[in-house]
C-alpha cells in the first residue's frame, strides 16, 4: 500500500523530502539519465541509514545496546516509517532506471 504525501511530510527532514519529491512523477520523467543514477546512490544511503537507526534503536530499546543519547530509545516506529518511505522511492526510480533501459552505475 502507498503512502500519502502527508505521512512523507511528517517523517522526512528537508533533504529528504526533496529527494523522494524527484521520485514522484511527473518530476521523476524530468530527472536526467546521469542524474538518476546519483539519485539512485543518495535515495539508498539515505535507506540505509535510517534502517541502521532503526535497528540501533530497537537495540536500545531491548536493552541490548548502550542509549546513543541521554536516554534509551523507546520506540522506533519513526525511522522504521521513514526507511519505507525511502525504500518505495528508491523502487519508483529503480523502476523508471529499467524502463529507460540505463545500466546501473556505481557513482561516488
Do not use: C, F, W, Y
Amino acid at each position: 500500500m502507498g503512502r500519502s504525501r502527508k505521512v512523507e511530510e511528517r517523517v522526512l527532514d528537508k533533504d529528504e523530502k526533496e529527494l523522494v519529491a524527484q521520485s514522484h512523477h511527473p518530476a521523476l520523467k524530468g530527472v536526467a539519465d546521469g542524474e538518476l543514477s546519483k539519485l539512485v546512490a543518495r535515495l539508498r544511503e539515505r535507506r540505509d541509514r535510517a534502517l541502521d537507526i532503526a535497528k540501533r534503536q530497537r537495540r536500545e530499546m531491548r536493552r541490548k545496546a548502550a542509549p546513543a543519547g541521554a536516554t534509551p530509545a523507546s520506540d522506533n516506529s519513526g525511522s522504521r516509517e521513514k526507511a519505507a518511505v525511502l525504500a518505495a522511492a528508491l523502487k519508483r526510480v529503480n523502476k523508471e532506471r529499467d524502463r529507460r533501459g540505463i545500466e546501473a552505475q556505481d557513482v561516488a
